[in-house]
Each structure stands twice: as C-alpha cells, then as structure tokens.
C-alpha cells in the first residue's frame, strides 16, 4: 500500500513538475506548482514528517504560489510568446539528461542499501527541543532575514521617481 | 514500516531537480524560471527529509524549515525585483532585459 502512494505521489510531482517547465500560460504553470506541491506533501507524510507537510502547504500553496498568481495576473503578460528551442539547446537537453542518467546509475549502483532505522520520533515537541537548543542561533538568524526581507520589498516596491522626473 | 527506500526518495529528488534546472534553462519569462528555482529547493527539502528519515535522527528535518523560511523571503523580495524591473522595462522576458550587454 505504501509502495502504491509513494509511486502516485512522486509521479504527481514530477509529471506536474515538468508541465510546470512546459506550459505556455505562467497561470497553468503556477497551477501545475500547487498540484506538484500537493504530491511533494504526500511524499513527505510518507517519510513520517506530516508536520513538514503541513507546513509546506501552509507556507507554498498559502503563501507563494498566490504571490505568484497575483504578481502573474498583475503584470498581465502575454501568454504563447516562448520561442522554439534551437538546436543548441536540444543538443544541450539531451547530453544532460545523459550525463545525469548514467551519474544516478553509477551513484547508485555503488551506494550500499539503506535501512530506515529506529526513528526520531518527529513531534511536535522534538522539532521545538531541536530548533530552541542546538538551531537557537539560526533560528534568530532567520528570524532577523525576514525582517530585512520585508523591508526590502518595501524599499523596493516603493514607487521610484522616474528617470525623466529627476532630470526635470 | 515504509518499503521504498532511501535511494527511490533520492532519485525523485534528483528528477525534480534537473526538472527545475531544465526549466530555469530554457524558459525565458522570469515569473516562470523563479517557480522553477522553488521546484529545485522543493528537490532539495525532499533529499533532506529522507535522508532525516533514514538516519533517525531529526536535524535534517530541522533545516526543512529554515529552507521553507529562506524560500518565503527569497520569493518575496524577488518578485518585488521583478515588478520594479517591469515597472521600468514593460517586459518580463529575459531575452529582452538585456541592457547591461549593449
């Protein structure tokens, strides 16, 4: 049984992952992130960390990806406009994915099998002892990056006097 | 008790990354090579929380989080980046913001 949802789930993101790449309409593509965002969530349940989970769907498809929908929608750019892939990036596509395939082949045919052993039991309880003793430090550190972050986007969504209104 | 193992998890992470490199590769609107570079950090997290998995113990679940909060503020200030660059340019297209080469 979990093999089947572990193969539904990783096959939901990455097949929505690679219309995320594919699609024209950066709308579509925003909307193939959320449903690759819900497989990567169901894979995480699977590794016994439902609160990343929670969290993951919190933070992307609460917050991110409608930053994206509204910023999309805002600038109201023209759909259909990507160009054909020249040869040069075909050549380019195919060698990669030739040189990662043959890399994960010899990555894996060389690393020794993994057994999950006894878990850390991922509550609620264990994530806060480990953030407020051994991560405290970076804890405040990112703390203190949303901060900067936010007034960043507020310095720069200020609106800029214009190059021709200065030189007036 | 969970039968695919580390190496399937870390596989899936491997494809979605190179998903989200392809992606930043090709495409040429910037909105969408930004939500490829978050498939690429969603890659990351997932390698991270196999790994924690398989380990027992929780630290690289820990820093899970610190990349969700990193993402947030990075997606933040970039796409207030990109509506100022659109404010001055009227274009999202990497192949037209090309004025620092002529």
């Known amino acids: 049984m979990d093999n089947f949802l572990f193969l539904v789930f990783s ?158 | 008790m969970n039968p695919a193992g580390l190496d399937t998890y870390l596989a899936v992470s491997a494809l979605l990354f190179a998903l989200g490199f392809l992606g930043v590769l090709l495409r040429r609107n910037t909105l969408v090579i930004y939500m490829c570079l978050e498939l690429m950090l969603l890659a990351s997290t997932l390698a991270l929380v196999a790994f924690s998995k398989f380990q027992g113990t929780l630290d690289g679940a820990v820093f899970v989080f610190f990349i969700l909060t990193i993402a947030a503020a990075e997606v933040a200030v970039g796409l207030a980046i990109i509506v100022a660059l659109f404010r001055r340019r009227h274009t999202v297209s990497v192949e037209e913001l090309n004025h620092l080469k002529h």
Do not use: C, W
């Open chain 1, 11 to 168: 096959l939901l993101t990455l097949v929505s992952a690679l219309l995320v790449v594919l699609n024209k309409n950066a709308v579509n593509a925003a909307m193939f992130l959320l449903v690759s965002l819900v497989g990567l969530a169901g894979l995480f349940v699977l590794l016994d960390a439902a609160l990343l989970a929670f969290v993951l769907l919190l933070v992307y498809a609460g917050a991110v990806v409608a930053l994206f929908l509204f910023i999309i929608m805002l600038l109201d750019t023209t759909p259909g406009t990507q160009k054909p892939f020249g040869k040069f990036s075909i050549a380019g596509a195919v060698l990669g994915g030739a040189l990662l395939f043959v890399g994960a082949h010899m990555v894996g045919r060389n690393a020794p099998k993994a057994e999950a052993v006894a878990p850390a039991v991922p509550t609620m309880k264990n994530y806060a002892e480990l953030l407020f003793t051994t991560y405290l430090l970076p804890v405040q550190v990112v703390g203190f990056m949303l901060l900067i972050a936010m007034l960043g986007v507020i310095v720069l969504s200020k609106k800029l006097a214009s190059p021709t209104e200065a030189a007036s």
